[in-house]
């Protein structure tokens, strides 16, 4: 599976913005997509996760009530969509995908994801 991420850019705080990240080859593989994001001296952070056929989400309590992530299968295109933005929330954003069903538990663990787009760069100012 391949993954192309975009959207990223430049948001006040308080601000919303939605990133987005589009699937192709072998997509029918696909269990998780999942959203993490990695600030500047910091590690990689998960941020949301969705089942790609049931729906189902998980997120990072750092922005729950704040991102919402969701898909268009027909589109092959998995979307997150932020609001309340904060400057805590700069960072450069990945998505990614398991071939594997998941946990929740196991949700957040960056190296059960096999495909990992480049990364879109979201910058809150405040």
């Known amino acids: 599976v391949q993954l192309q991420a975009s959207g990223g850019g430049l948001v006040q705080a308080g601000g919303s913005w939605r990133l987005s990240c589009t699937a192709s080859?072998?997509?029918?593989?696909?269990?998780?997509m999942g959203w993490f994001r990695q600030a500047p001296g910091k590690e990689h952070e998960f941020v949301a996760a969705?089942?790609?056929?049931?729906?189902?989400?998980v997120y990072a309590d750092s922005v729950k009530g704040r991102f919402t992530i969701s898909r268009d299968i027909g589109k092959n295109t998995v979307y997150l969509t932020m609001n309340s933005l904060k400057p805590e929330d700069t960072a450069v954003y990945h998505c990614a995908a398991a071939r594997r069903p998941l946990t929740s538990q196991m949700i957040p663990t960056t190296n059960l994801y096999e495909s990992w787009g480049q990364g879109t760069q979201v910058t809150v100012s405040s």
């Open positions: 080859g072998r997509t029918f593989s696909t269990f998780v």
């Open positions: 969705i089942n790609w056929s049931g729906g189902s989400t």
